[in-house]
């Protein structure tokens, strides 16, 4: 299952960038995280793909997402100009964004490259 964050459950599960300058990943497992809005096309087809991953990751990556409409603030902190917008986590690495609804087969192979993290 994919979780809405909040900014409140992103700076306990993600980034407390309140209190850091510099990155430090607060999971214990690496992260994919979706910045998306109700109103767009692309994050609505993106969505099903992302269920279907959280399933097939389950238990290897967390997968959230961030409603832009509602997280002005945290978007506004990773400067998201697009939607949809992914941010990748590796646990011990610095965060790496992709924009746009990919295909299954791309996100699966950053989730390999990035997160370092097979199937």
């Given at each position: 299952?994919?979780e809405n964050?909040?900014?409140?459950?992103?700076?306990?599960?993600?980034?407390n960038?309140?209190e850091?300058k510099e990155?430090?990943?607060e999971?214990?497992k690496?992260?994919l995280?979706?910045?998306y809005a109700?109103?767009?096309?692309?994050?609505?087809?993106?969505a099903p793909?992302?269920?279907q991953?959280?399933?097939?990751?389950?238990?290897?990556?967390?997968?959230y997402?961030i409603?832009t409409?509602?997280?002005?603030e945290?978007?506004?902190?990773f400067?998201?100009?697009?939607i949809?917008?992914?941010?990748?986590?590796?646990?011990?690495?610095?965060?790496?964004m992709?924009h746009g609804a990919l295909?299954q087969?791309?996100i699966?192979?950053i989730?390999?490259?990035?997160?370092?993290v097979e199937?």
């Amino acid at each position: 299952m994919t979780e809405n964050l909040t900014k409140e459950t992103f700076l306990k599960k993600v980034f407390n960038f309140e209190e850091n300058k510099e990155w430090k990943f607060e999971g214990d497992k690496p992260a994919l995280i979706d910045f998306y809005a109700d109103w767009c096309g692309p994050c609505k087809a993106l969505a099903p793909v992302l269920e279907q991953l959280s399933e097939q990751y389950e238990g290897k990556v967390d997968i959230y997402k961030i409603n832009t409409e509602e997280q002005q603030e945290l978007s506004a902190a990773f400067g998201i100009r697009s939607i949809p917008s992914m941010l990748f986590c590796p646990v011990e690495e610095e965060p790496q964004m992709a924009h746009g609804a990919l295909p299954q087969k791309q996100i699966e192979q950053i989730i390999k490259d990035v997160l370092k993290v097979e199937k």
